[in-house]
């Protein structure tokens, strides 16, 4: 079965220094992963995916991750923090070997930063 | 821009009601997925749809059902709502040989 973990509830950051969420998954065969922001009140926005190739993904606003196999990880990660960037992050999984679409969510982690 | 849109943003329902949830998307996708999401618990799936007139339960489908009559339109149906259904509801979806969903902004639910 596949699942997601996301070890921290919150992670709290001052303004301009790098951040770090963490992901770590499990999935029978090789995953496509994901993360997605979701800001107050809204629904998620596509952050980065992960699908082959390179294991560090960019994606918007100047967020990066890097898919690690042997650790079963996907940390998003950015340089240099922003205040804007205070919202709940979704990491997901979704397994390429199967033949359905669906996609497994972590609980989030809340980024708060602070100026 | 494509675009997946739930109905309502904010709905106040009484206990006992039947509430009906819509979302239509415009990008002809064959996938559409209905979650609920509660603080802690992240996205869990009630159910989803790989094509029209068909649907799969997810994890949690107890007291929901689906509805999938046009290949754009998707609704949940709470067939008696109760207060433990007060939760955030998202739709999502997604096209065969794609790779990560398009999700509308939600509708969160007040059961009272």
């Known amino acids: 079965a596949q699942s997601v973990a996301q070890p921290e509830d919150q992670v709290n950051v001052a303004e301009g220094n790098p951040l770090t969420v963490k992901c770590t998954y499990s999935v029978s065969g090789n995953p496509y992963l994901f993360w997605y922001v979701q800001y107050p009140n809204r629904g998620l926005q596509f952050l980065l995916k992960?699908?082959?190739?390179?294991?560090l993904v960019k994606g918007s606003y100047g967020f990066e991750a890097e898919f690690n196999k042997s650790q079963t990880s996907f940390h998003l990660k950015k340089p240099s923090a922003l205040v804007s960037d205070s919202a709940l992050y979704f990491c997901a999984v979704r397994d390429r070997e199967s033949s359905a679409s669906k996609i497994i969510f972590g609980s989030g982690t809340r980024l708060s930063i602070r100026p | 821009d494509v675009k997946v849109t739930q109905s309502s943003r904010y709905l106040v329902k009484r206990t006992g009601e039947k509430v009906f949830l819509e979302c239509v998307q415009d990008?002809?996708?064959?996938?559409m997925f209905w979650y609920r999401q509660d603080p802690g618990l992240g996205l869990r799936l009630i159910y989803f749809s790989y094509d029209v007139k068909m649907k799969e339960k997810g994890d949690i489908p107890e007291g929901y059902s689906v509805s999938r009559e046009k290949k754009e339109r998707f609704s949940l149906i709470l067939e008696s709502a109760s207060t433990n259904q007060t939760s955030m509801y998202l739709c999502?979806?997604?096209?065969?040989?794609?790779?990560?969903?398009?999700f509308g902004s939600g509708t969160r639910l007040t059961v009272v």
């Open positions: 990008m002809d996708h064959e996938n």
């Open positions: 992960y699908i082959t190739g390179d294991n």
């Open positions: 999502a979806s997604i096209g065969d040989g794609s790779y990560g969903y398009t």
